[in-house]
């Protein structure tokens, strides 16, 4: 999970727009920043660890002068987060710098070929066998291009990976594999980068690389090939549509906050999915044998909720699992009958994509849905749908989660209609409650703030919260501690209402936080009974209920009030709201950096 940031320009200095580019990655890692840059044909590097903004101006690094180079912001993942193993690494004569963002599983073992054959190594990093790989394909009078082809098919794991030479200094080599890499072309240059949002100020005109693919760029542009083999690549480039604002941070005091308050919007361009990809997913489910949800994190929590959507009005089984665990629990099973929709925001996430590749091995159908255009999880997909949100920034997904709920529900309506499971007075009443969402949503950002802040006043230094919820709230619930857990370090427990009595109601003490989502519906009357055993603990009881709900506030030391009429099997996307605010709002107060809380980054693209 590193930032990746490169460029060649006809004219002008790259350094200042490397930190630039630099600074829209930081969400991906945030370690260690370097950056490289050639002048005159002089490889110049600069790198230390520390934060970007501290790192540029104590080297000055705004000050390199060339017109070719690259940088890239590092989330550690061999080696701690220092100077020596800052990117870029070289060679060990400095004629090859590189930077990398992925694992290399057989480093070790390059590694000592390369030492035996005189490279010197410093740092403890897998990368660093990569310009020494190249260094040593070099000896046979080759150029940096197949030199640098050749070594890649020297690695195992996954890269994406940009080489600057000063052996070669106008152009710039990077390749894929497995790690999210983007080209962009301009009057003015040549970019790659880790994803678009980077490029967004200089071009909306965007390649994506695709796995096992190696870019040549320089001021004329860009060409491909494949590294298995060198063939040539054909791609035009796609015009991206989103505009550069909504990938940042507009008025808002940071991404958490300003993606929390677009779901509105989110959610509306959620509703203007295309057609037949609706109806081909559809199709493939209502095929399947058995149909598993493979996901991790939140989008795990969308697949819950989802399941509880396609059971009960479209009929349908559906296996909620998580990615980590789905060879182990299903990979004998799963077979030429099953179904696999892979639910990922970053359409890069490990886990979910090995999973992927082990059901597509077995023969399985995959499906996905993910936010990122061009990601590998829709390239290895049957089929795919584009949640639409715009993209996220914050480590913690927001409107990502809503906006998977919103999509899910759309596919389980179609299956219901397509499997005649509901009348179509049924299928109507819920594709208006469908479409009235984004304004609810709209509504309760609006009138709940205001009580959530108090709240989280009164609530921010609890020892411990409980996040509870029946039926399809018990999703929501994870989903909201996961939000809390995140972005503020507070301990916090979700599960299913009913499983207190097997074993969590020993953790309940006076005053523990426990907050329920009590939507109308068939679990209302049996929330209420959840309600009352923590309350005769002594536990501190916060619901959110319909406005109105007058034996959900009877029992409530701290009620927000959510609008009437929402449905239940909808009520995951307004009933998160509160909770996003509320993890929000606990994060500000004690002073802590919601957009980039400890230990995550946005996208796991390694094991
Ligand atoms: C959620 O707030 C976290 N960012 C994390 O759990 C995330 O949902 C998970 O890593 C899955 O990411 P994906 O949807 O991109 O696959």
Redesign the pocket.
């Given at each position: 999970m590193c930032g990746i940031f490169g460029l060649v320009l006809r004219k002008g200095r790259v350094a200042p727009m490397i930190l630039d580019g630099l600074s829209r990655l930081e969400y991906r890692g945030y370690d260690s920043i370097g950056v490289a840059v050639i002048n005159n044909g002089v490889l110049q590097i600069r790198k230390d660890a520390g934060k970007i903004k501290d790192v540029a101006s104590r080297l000055r690094i705004a000050e390199m002068k060339g017109s070719i180079g690259f940088g890239h912001t590092r989330w550690a993942t061999h080696g701690a987060p220092n100077m020596i193993n800052a990117h870029p690494h070289t060679d060990s004569k400095g004629k090859i710098a590189v930077i990398h963002n992925g694992v290399i599983e057989n480093f070790m073992e390059l590694k000592q070929e390369l030492i035996d054959k005189g490279h010197n190594f410093i740092s403890k990093t897998d990368t660093e066998v990569i310009p020494n790989l190249i260094d040593e394909e070099m000896k046979s009078d080759i150029g940096i291009t197949e030199a640098t082809l050749k070594a890649l098919r020297r690695l195992k794991g996954s890269y994406a990976v940009v080489v600057l030479s000063s052996l070669e200094p106008d152009k710039i080599v990077c390749a894929r594999q497995e790690s999210p890499l983007v080209l962009g072309v301009s009057e003015n240059g040549t970019y790659c980068a880790s994803d678009a949002p980077a490029i967004r100020p200089y071009t909306n005109k965007v390649i994506y690389l695709r796995n096992g693919e190696l870019a040549t760029i320089d001021v004329n542009g860009y060409k491909i090939i494949k590294v298995a083999d060198g063939s040539a690549v054909e791609r035009t480039p796609e015009e991206i549509t989103w505009v550069l604002e909504m990938a940042e941070k507009q008025e808002y005091p940071n991404y958490m906050l300003k993606e929390i308050f677009e779901q509105p919007t989110s959610l509306r361009t959620g509703l203007r999915l295309q057609e037949k990809y609706v109806d081909l997913l559809t199709m493939f489910l209502d095929r399947g044998k058995e149909v598993f949800l493979v996901?991790?994190?939140?989008?795990q929590h969308s697949c819950i909720a989802a399941s509880y959507i396609f059971s009960k009005i479209a009929r349908l089984t559906t296996y909620p699992v998580v990615s980590s665990e789905f060879t182990e629990q299903y990979g004998s099973t799963v077979g030429i009958d099953s179904i696999i929709l892979a639910v990922?925001?970053?359409g890069e996430?490990y886990d979910?994509l090995k999973a992927v590749d082990h059901a597509r091995m077995r023969a399985a159908t995959v499906l996905g849905l993910t936010n990122t255009v061009g990601s590998t999880l829709t390239r290895v997909s049957r089929a795919y749908i584009i949640q639409q949100s715009g993209p996220e920034i914050g480590?913690?997904?927001t409107k990502?989660f809503t906006s998977q709920v919103l999509v899910l529900a759309q596919l389980a309506m179609r299956l219901a209609k397509l499997r005649g499971k509901l009348s179509q007075d049924e299928l109507d009443e819920y594709k208006e409650s469908l479409y009235k969402v984004p304004d609810i949503v709209e509504s309760v950002l609006k009138e709940t703030y205001d009580k959530v802040k108090d709240i989280a006043t009164r609530e921010k230094n609890s020892r411990l919260f409980l996040f509870l919820g029946r039926g399809i709230s018990s999703a929501t619930a994870m989903e909201g501690r996961?939000k809390l857990l995140?972005i503020t370090y507070i301990p916090s427990l979700a599960y299913p209402a009913g499983e207190s009595k097997h074993g969590p109601i020993s953790i309940v003490e006076k005053d523990t936080a426990c907050v329920f989502i009590c939507p109308r519906g068939d679990t209302h009357a049996e929330i209420i009974g959840s309600i009352m055993e923590m309350k005769a603990r002594g536990a501190k009881i916060i619901s959110i209920c319909e406005k109105g709900d007058t034996d959900i506030k009877s029992l409530s030391d701290e009620v927000i009030e959510m609008p009437k009429n929402i449905p239940e099997l909808l009520s995951p996307i307004p009933y998160i709201v509160p909770m996003q605010l509320l993890a929000y709002e606990i994060a500000v107060l004690k002073g802590l950096d919601p957009d980039k809380p400890r230990n995550?980054a946005?996208?796991?693209t390694v094991p």
């Open positions: 996901s991790a994190g939140t989008s990922s925001q970053s996430t979910t480590v913690a997904a990502t996961l995140e995550l946005k996208s796991v």
